[in-house]
């Protein structure tokens, strides 16, 4: 089952590529900051001043890319968005958010002492207006080396 393989893929991700459109059909990629996969949905945090939040908010539907650089086979996933601003829901994650973002920093200071490097590039801050997208998955294809592709609708 690919929902499977995708959460295995996905456990160590801190960055999704994201396509959208908007209605004059003017396309957008962009990565996105991956919070985590639950219960057919992946949440993706973002800034509100860019293409991809504007594009959405015009037209919900979206498709995610990645690469397992261990297999070679590359995924697409794509969706529906709901776009959470306020609320429960948006408190709730964002405590998920904090949290993932003192870990993130703490690793990635870490990885950079043992390399030598100045921790202040390694710390991870998000901008005080952000949205969270809440993709909902509706179907999965996964690109094999060779060609092969498999696809999977929820």
């Not at 295995?8 to 990629?29: G, H, M, Q, Y």
């Not at 959405?56 to 794509?78: H, R, V």
Request: charged share 25%; proline share 3%.
């Amino acid at each position: 089952m690919l929902t499977k393989r995708i959460a295995e893929v996905l456990k160590d991700r801190e960055f999704i590529s994201v396509s959208t459109c908007n209605l004059k059909n003017e396309p957008n990629a962009a990565p996105k900051f991956f919070l985590k996969l639950q219960g057919g949905f992946i949440y993706l945090i973002d800034y509100t001043i860019g293409r991809t939040w504007g594009n959405l908010k015009e037209n919900p539907k979206i498709s995610l890319s990645l690469m397992d650089t261990e297999t070679l086979s590359g995924y697409q996933i794509n969706g529906t968005v709901e776009i959470i601003e306020s609320g429960l829901e948006f408190d709730n994650i964002y405590a998920e958010l904090l949290q993932k973002q003192i870990n993130l920093s703490a690793k990635r200071i870490i990885e950079g002492v043992g390399k030598a490097k100045r921790h202040s590039s390694f710390e991870v801050a998000m901008a005080d207006k952000f949205v969270i997208f809440k993709v909902a998955i509706n179907e999965i294809a996964e690109i094999v080396p060779g060609g092969e592709v498999k696809r999977e609708k929820l």
